[in-house]
């Protein structure tokens, strides 16, 4: 669990991994991957259930989402609705269960938009070196100098409310952790031996970056990709909750606990129903990922 | 660098679907009056146009006016401040009185269920996200314990007592996610400065259980703490922004969140670029703090 950030899911979980001191005791480590193995079959049976429910949302959920019932609004959680029912009348739960979608794809998407853009960038400034180098780095500092929370939000003010706009933002803000890692990946297999060896043979540069360095390069980018998801989640959560994403009256966990708000004194499972969906749901992503860094990452796992 | 970061500000917000006029004159007004107004505000030239002026007028110091109220930037920030430092201030004085004993005694008798308990603790903080952790103070001390205020803002300097209290939730709130942070690194960091040598040095040549910690330990513990708060520094002024928005804080965070729904281009261009301003000289301070504890680590 290296990649720590509280709050809104913005941050960047690579240089933090940096960051974590060694444990050097060994019972300790011994303790914590125990711990792991029990959490990992836990993370990976929310992640499962998580992307069930996404898919099968249609057949899962009870009432129409959007279905207002305006007799029978703010219900409290009963028989006829777990989890009650909102300031219109429609199902919280329906609600969360069609809002898992939105959370998932927003999670996956804007991670992989991210580990493709960094890595291509990350690749041309390693590979290339010099002016490329120079320019791709440059840019990415630039990202990196806003706070990302803030950049997000100008980001998908300029891309339009809605879902693909909140893809693209968390896309641009992540980038910038993906194109460092690969770049310093490259900077290091490129001088390997068997790189040398391609080239002797003849070999064209692209394709040694593909065939030979690409895949020596990629395992951290997976390892960071896998740790991302859940704060992607967190993120899309976060700008749903301020008010862009997708767009009312559709469902999505952050938006639904913003429309809560104002209720949480009549009907607080308004806001605590999607709330302890994404908590779970990120909690048990983050089990994964750090499942997935211990199996990938020889280096940590000693 | 700057020139990057202002370039990027004025091109995002300029790339912007949506017209600011529209939002000053909803949807009366008619097409002259538009017009007028669009020639005033200098939106009808070409954006290169627009983009050196404005970058004149910044080297100036002078980060426009808002669209909607008129009044420069820099007031409608600097009007802004106060609420923010003192949510800031108190936020990572929280953190800090929360962390550090936590930390302290999970690096001490850990293993133990104390030291679960913590981390524990530190997992929930970080996996909580800010407005959930907010809304959730809000349900327990608002509106069923009706201890404290849940928005609104009085400045504790001016109106002592009940400008405290309405920090306090906002400020438990930030505080509280900044506390794992901190909490999870400094456990870790003490750890593995309990197993050097030169605390088995400082134990064997007598000093007491107290003294080892205080001056051995912690301080060679506390560089990874300021690492990773430096790199929270960020997400920090994030949590900020949602914090004040939950609370209703008259804040620059919330400054920030009403100036992008209204299309204020001046004003939102204005924060943004304050905001990373102050960002990248946080990042420097963090730098320079790192001398400050560790004497080895000083600016080549």
């Known amino acids: 669990m290296a990649g720590s950030i509280p709050g809104s899911g913005f941050a960047e979980p690579a240089l933090a991994v940096a960051a974590e001191p060694p444990l050097t005791d060994r019972r300790w480590d011994a303790l914590r991957r125990a711990a792991r193995a029990r959490l990992a079959p836990f993370g990976a049976a929310v992640l499962l259930t998580a992307v069930v429910v996404a898919l099968a949302a249609p057949l899962l959920a009870p009432y129409d989402p959007l279905a207002q019932d305006l007799g029978n609004i703010l219900a409290r959680p009963g028989r006829a609705h777990w989890l009650g029912t909102d300031n219109v009348g429609r199902d919280v739960l329906s609600r969360v269960i069609w809002g898992t979608r939105v959370s998932l794809v927003a999670g996956f998407v804007s991670v992989a938009i991210a580990a493709t853009a960094g890595g291509v960038l990350g690749m041309l400034a390693g590979y290339a070196g010099g002016r490329a180098d120079g320019v791709v780095m440059r840019l990415m500092d630039a990202v990196l100098s806003f706070p990302p929370l803030v950049l997000a939000l100008a980001l998908g003010a300029v891309l339009g409310a809605g879902l693909t706009g909140v893809l693209l933002a968390l896309g641009v803000v992540y980038t910038p952790t993906f194109a460092r890692l690969m770049r310093g990946q490259v900077l290091t297999v490129k001088t390997r031996e068997y790189v040398d060896a391609a080239r002797a043979l003849g070999a064209s540069g692209l394709w040694i970056a593909r065939r030979h360095v690409l895949p020596n390069a990629a395992t951290p980018i997976v390892v960071q990709a896998s740790l991302s998801v859940a704060f992607a989640i967190l993120a899309e959560a976060s700008l749903s909750f301020l008010g862009l994403g997708v767009q009312p009256p559709a469902a999505s966990w952050g938006s639904m606990i913003n429309a809560g708000r104002g209720y949480l004194q009549q009907a607080p499972w308004i806001v605590f129903g999607p709330g302890a969906a994404l908590f779970v749901t990120v909690v048990g992503l983050n089990f994964v990922g750090d499942a997935i860094r211990d199996g990938l990452d020889p280096r940590l796992t000693r | ?300």
Not at chain 2, 217 to 246: D, F, M, S
């Open chain 2, 1 to 300: 660098m700057l020139l990057l970061v202002t370039g990027g500000v004025f091109l995002l917000l300029h790339l912007t679907p949506g017209d600011p006029i529209d939002a000053m004159m909803a949807e009366s007004g008619d097409a002259t009056a538009r017009e007028s107004l669009r020639r005033e505000l200098g939106l009808d030239r070409p954006i290169a146009v627009q983009y050196v002026v404005w970058m004149g007028r910044l080297l100036r110091g002078d980060l426009g006016r808002s669209i909607r109220n008129g009044e420069p930037v820099i007031e409608n920030v600097s009007r802004r401040i106060r609420p923010s430092l003192e949510l800031a201030l108190l936020a990572m004085t929280i953190a800090i009185l929360v962390a550090f004993p936590v930390a302290l005694v999970s690096a001490v008798r850990h293993n133990t269920a104390v030291d679960r308990l913590g981390t524990s603790f530190a997992l929930l903080g970080i996996c909580l996200p800010n407005f959930l952790l907010a809304l959730l103070l809000i349900f327990v001390f608002g509106v069923t314990l009706r201890w404290l205020p849940i928005s609104g803002y009085a400045d504790p300097l001016d109106e002592g007592w009940s400008g405290v209290r309405s920090l306090v939730l906002p400020a438990v709130t930030l505080g509280l996610a900044l506390a794992a942070v901190i909490m999870r690194t400094l456990r870790s960091s003490l750890l593995e400065a309990l197993g050097e040598d030169y605390v088995r040095t400082a134990r064997a040549k007598g000093l007491s259980e107290g003294l080892v910690i205080r001056s051995h330990v912690l301080r060679n513990a506390l560089i990874p703490v300021v690492t990773v708060v430096g790199l929270q520094l960020g997400t920090l002024i994030g949590g900020a922004v949602i914090t004040e928005y939950v609370f209703a804080l008259p804040g620059v965070g919330r400054l920030v969140v009403d100036a992008v729904f209204a299309r204020d281009y001046p004003l939102v261009q204005g924060v943004i670029l304050l905001i990373a301003l102050a960002f990248i000289v946080s990042n420097l301070l963090v730098d320079v703090l790192y001398g400050w504890i560790d004497p080895r680590i000083r600016i080549r």
